[in-house]
């Protein structure tokens, strides 16, 4: 008998999945439980206007969206929390896994790892926001990856709906292998629902976790799902997508992210070809390479319109 599904949830990565994407994604693709957004930042300055603009309800259409918070105390948390309660966002996750050291060097993302006290004073806004429901997305570590093991009271403590677990410490960016002895030390000690996340690409690497870690949650795919948007359709229904449904999928996908990158983007045609060019980065990988490489060559709208027709 095969065993049950697993929820997929899309990893958030600022630049790729935007609402744009997202929005996209789930008319034409989808099987995703939920899309979590790339991290909204609170600094001295405010908020970045397109981080605002990427989570106002106006511009989400996913009914299943996490937005999420990147901060290293609880001001500038609760500074974030109250903009996503404005616009009437109630599924939040916490960011302590963002490996960029300019980041990470002031706590913030996975450089708060190895500070028990602070991940404990941060995780304070979760009890103080009891209507909101929160989850975590984290690596074993900053530097080591016994870190976590000091932070596992803490979590366990917290009433969190989920965490998801990216098993690499952050100084290893998203270089070396995922550590899948630790992960399994992490799905022993934690309480809450735990999520897989990491070098997820395939059906078989599905399959393959799934049936590792028998006791998850879930799975977060993120670059592997930007290259196939078919994966968590094909994981949930069981088929492999044919050329042709794959093909007419890919062009919805793709005009519905033209679109709307058309409406937003006020900056005219070069502007709007480098976004549709980040768009194929990751999905070039789906179609004919020589096409691919000369979407990323085109130097004008009329021509890469035109290589979008011969894929
Ligand atoms: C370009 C890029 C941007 C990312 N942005 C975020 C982010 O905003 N928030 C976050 O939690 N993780 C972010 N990540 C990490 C991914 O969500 C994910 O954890 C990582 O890519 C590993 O999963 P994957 O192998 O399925 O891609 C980013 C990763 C990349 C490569």
Not at 191 to 216: C, Q, S, W
Not at 239 to 246: A, G, I, N, Q, W
């Amino acid at each position: 008998m095969d065993s049950p599904k697993l929820p997929i949830y899309l990893a958030p990565l600022q630049g790729y999945t935007e609402a744009a994407y997202r929005n996209a994604h789930t008319i034409s693709f989808g099987g995703i439980a939920e899309y979590y957004t790339p991290f909204v930042r609170y600094e001295k300055e405010g908020f970045r206007n397109k981080d605002v603009r990427e989570i106002l309800p106006i511009n989400n259409r996913v009914p299943q969206l996490r937005v999420q918070l990147f901060a290293n105390d609880a001001t500038k948390a609760e500074a974030i929390l109250k903009l996503f309660i404005e616009h009437d966002h109630h599924k939040v996750d916490i960011n302590m896994g963002c490996p960029f050291p300019m980041l990470a060097k002031r706590h913030n993302g996975s450089g708060i790892l190895p500070y028990p006290d602070e991940v404990k004073a941060l995780l304070e806004v979760v009890s103080k926001y009891p209507e909101i429901d929160f989850s975590v997305k984290m690596r074993l570590g900053w530097e080591n990856p016994n870190e976590w093991k000091a932070l596992m009271p803490i979590l366990n403590d917290t009433p969190l709906t989920q965490i998801t677990l990216h098993p690499r410490i952050g100084k290893q960016q998203y270089k070396g292998e995922v550590n899948l002895e630790a992960f399994e030390e992490f799905a022993n000690a934690c309480r809450h629902p735990l999520i897989y996340n990491g070098d997820v690409n395939t059906l078989e690497d599905m399959a393959r976790i799934a049936d590792r870690f028998k006791g998850i949650s879930g799975l977060m795919i993120g670059r592997g799902l930007l290259a196939n948007p078919a994966l968590a359709l094909e994981y949930q229904e069981d088929r492999k997508l044919s050329e042709e449904e794959f093909r007419r999928r890919l062009l919805q996908l793709h005009q519905e992210v033209l679109n709307q990158y058309t409406q937003q983007i006020e900056g005219g045609e070069a502007q709007l070809l480098n976004k549709m060019k980040t768009f194929w980065e990751y999905a070039g990988m789906a179609i004919n390479s020589k096409v691919a490489k000369r979407i990323q060559k085109s130097r004008h709208m009329d021509s890469y319109l035109q290589e979008i027709r011969n894929i």
